[in-house]
Nanobody, 123 residues
Framework: QVQLVESGGGLVQAGGSLRLSCAASGRTFSSYAMGWFRQAPGTEREFVAGTTWSGGQRYVGSIADSLKGRFTISRGGANTVFLQMNSLKSEDTAVYYC??????????????WGKGTLVTVSS
């Protein structure tokens, strides 16, 4: 059974940092795209960052334009992905979801979702 389990969420003050982790199990995700989405109350789920496989053990990262400069994504091997979030703002408050897709990391391409981890940024 495939599972994506997020960790690292919590309460942080504005300007602070958090590092989210996602551990996948149940199969090997070496050629899968893995990444993060988020959903704030009353809004649609939105893309945050993703890593796509470029061959061998290489992955290419991408960050939503509005988050560049504050968020970074890294792949810790085939089944792990991290999201480093710096200079957090109150508008970053959301449930953050780990995602994995065999064809890509756009929402329609995601095959597996985690259950989410809540990030709350206090101002």
């Amino acid at each position: 059974q495939v599972q994506l389990v997020e960790s690292g969420g919590g309460l942080v003050q504005a300007g602070g940092s958090l590092r989210l982790s996602c551990a996948a199990s149940g199969r090997t995700f070496s050629s899968y795209a893995m990444g993060w989405f988020r959903q704030a109350p009353g809004t649609e789920r939105e893309f945050v960052a993703g890593t796509t496989w470029s061959g061998g053990q290489r992955y290419v990262g991408s960050i939503a334009d509005s988050l560049k400069g504050r968020f970074t994504i890294s792949r810790g091997g085939a089944n792990t992905v991290f999201l480093q979030m710096n200079s957090l703002k109150s508008e970053d408050t959301a449930v953050y979801y780990c995602a994995a897709g065999n064809r890509g990391i756009r929402a329609r391409e995601v095959d597996y979702w985690g259950k989410g981890t809540l990030v709350t940024v206090s101002s």
